[in-house]
Structures are given as C-alpha cells and as structure tokens.
C-alpha cells in the first residue's frame, strides 16, 4: 500500500489507450531503462496524470470546461500529452528531492537521486510550453463559441428584434 496510489481511477476506453501514448512519448520502457528495472512509472499514476493535467486545464479561466474525450476530439493530443508529462515531472521531482543523498568517503563523492535541477530544467520548458498552449486553445474555443456553431453564439441585434436573420 505504501508507495502505490490506491485511489480508483475512471479509465475510458480513450484515457486507456492514451496511457501507452504517454509512456511512449516519456520512453518509459523495460528495454530503455538502464538503471532500475521495468517501468518507472505506473499506468495508475500516468492515468491520474492525465485527469489532473485535465483539472489544471479546466481550472484556467477562459470559461471553457471539457471532458478528456473533448479535448481529443478537438485535436489536442499535443496539448494533453505535455500537460500530462508535466504533472510527472513534477512528482518525480519531489520523489528526487525527498530522496537525495550526498556520500563521501574517501575524496570520492556520490549524489543518489540527484537529478532534481535536471527536471527543473526540463519542467520549466515544459510549463511555460504548456502554459501558452492552455491560453491559445481556451482562446480559440471562446472565439469558437462566440461565432457560434448551431444555435450559440452571440447574435446581432437583428436577432433580438425579429428573433431571426432576415434574408435580403
């Protein structure tokens, strides 16, 4: 129980074919990593990660709240996959800190789990990406739905006096 997130975690046939997808794009591979063995981060915690890259997306202004499946259907997969990454990087960054350990002994020295300014790095790119990303596209669906698709939008004055367009 220690270590492992315990919480139950919706998984659409989306959010589960979208974790491979992260993992992937993080090379979070067997064969890949050297230095511990299988896989450094679970398909629970990538799946949290994208529901709370999600959270953080719809908790920016901007008015505009969407489901996962949403912000697939409007071709983010780019937007989603960094957010996701992002919100890891962030937890192994603590996991790293909390375990760092300097040895000495001899004139010789040893950092373990002294990675943390390397994903510091790496997490800063990552949230200013993101940050203007998350900006452009909740811009983009406000002006969206400012136009209207259907019966939305905003409509000219002529709507409100005839509650219709005229045709000329």
């Given amino acids: 129980m ?50 709370d890259a999600m959270a953080r997306f719809n908790g920016t202004p901007h008015f505009t709240t969407l489901s996962f499946e949403d912000l697939l259907s409007f071709n983010q997969h780019y937007l989603l996959l960094r957010m996701t990454v992002e919100t890891i990087l962030e937890s ?7 375990n760092h350990i300097n040895y000495s002994n001899g004139g010789i020295n040893v950092g373990v789990n002294d990675k ?11 949230s200013a990406r993101n940050e203007q990303m998350i900006t452009r596209v909740k811009v983009a669906l406000n002006i969206q739905g ?9 409509h000219s004055e002529y709507w409100a006096v005839n509650m219709t367009y005229l045709s000329y």
């Fill in 92 to 98: 192994v960054g603590l996991l790293q800190t909390r």
């Fill in 2 to 51: 220690a270590g492992e997130l315990q919480a139950v975690i919706p998984m659409s046939p989306a959010l589960q074919e979208f974790v491979p997808v992260v993992r992937a794009y993080l090379r979070d591979l067997p064969e890949l990593n050297r230095l511990i063995a299988g896989e450094e981060t679970g398909e629970r915690f990538i799946a949290w990660s994208i529901l």
């Fill in 146 to 154: 400012i136009l209207g698709v259907g019966n939305t939008g905003v």
């Fill in 116 to 126: 943390t300014p390397l994903i510091q790095s790496w997490l800063q790119i990552f």
